[in-house]
């Protein structure tokens, strides 16, 4: 009951407040891994954190996510834990930049193999975004259109949002 509470309060908040973060953390903490036995909410516990601004303990418990999805050959969760992973980083100027990239196509690159079209698009709008924050923007505005052709639909709040960043660049 306290996974599905903690996913219904992350997908609610997901553009509010960091105090409306905190419930979905704190429903959350309350899972007894002992009893529930399923890592899987390791993985929202990371997006609660993520969206609550809290870098090292989103990347923690993403890095845990992350861990139980490869166990369980669960491909696609995966991906999504690493990526939330690779968000985490703080500056866009680190000396490790050309190895997030990596990252970054590395799973472009996986999601293209599983046919995974929407979490290829976040990926590469993430990695626009990345390249927009050091001001190199026309690799950025490459990715933010790879991202709009990538997306499905044409209609989604998603799709609107990644125009936006492409129509800023």
Known sequence: FY???GMYYISNYTSLSNEDHQKAIKVLKMI???EYRNEEYYHHLAIAYHFGSSKILAYKYAEMALKFFQKTNNYLFAISSESLML???GSELEMNFSEVVERYKDLIHNCEVLGDRERKAILLNNLGVKYFKRE???T???YFEES???TVNKKSINYLR???KYLET
């Open 87 to 89: 968000l985490q980083y």
């Open 148 to 150: 709009i052709n990538e």
């Open 3 to 5: 996974h599905l509470q």
């Open 140 to 142: 950025a505005l490459y």
């Open 32 to 34: 007894n891994i002992d």
């Open 136 to 138: 190199e923007y026309e």
């Open 162 to 164: 990644r125009l936006c």
